[in-house]
Nanobody
Framework: VQLVESGGGLAQPGGSLRLSCAAS????????MSWARQAPGKEREFVAS????????NYADAVKGRFTISRDNAKNTVYLQMSSLRPEDTAVYYC?????WGQGTQVTVSS
């Protein structure tokens, strides 16, 4: 199983970023996928999840209305569109499937 995140970087408050997670080694199209994040000195926390078809999504209250999770089963990829970014969104963002985690991608929100 391999999960490879990309798309992180530096964004200004109020800005946007789109994270991608390319998956391989398992049946992606049947798997619920999720994103989590871990800020310095804090525990890893749930951000969003999406079911196998994309028909059901869930979000943490902290990101609801600002972030959108989506997937492309033909490309074995899950996305996290992040808008209206805030400094408190700064964290390493991880892609997850079942018990497998990606290596993470750093998102920094700062002016």
């Amino acid at each position: 199983v391999q999960l490879v995140e990309s798309g992180g970087g530096l964004a200004q408050p109020g800005g946007s970023l789109r994270l991608s997670c390319a998956a391989s080694g398992f049946t992606f199209s049947l798997s619920t996928m999720s994103w989590a994040r871990q800020a310095p000195g804090k525990e890893r926390e749930f951000v969003a999840s999406i079911n196998w078809s994309g028909g059901s999504t869930n979000y943490a209250d902290a990101v609801k209305g600002r972030f959108t999770i989506s997937r492309d089963n033909a490309k074995n990829t899950v996305y996290l569109q992040m808008s209206s970014l805030r400094p408190e969104d700064t964290a390493v963002y991880y892609c997850k499937s079942n018990v497998y985690w990606g290596q993470g991608t750093q998102v920094t929100v700062s002016s």
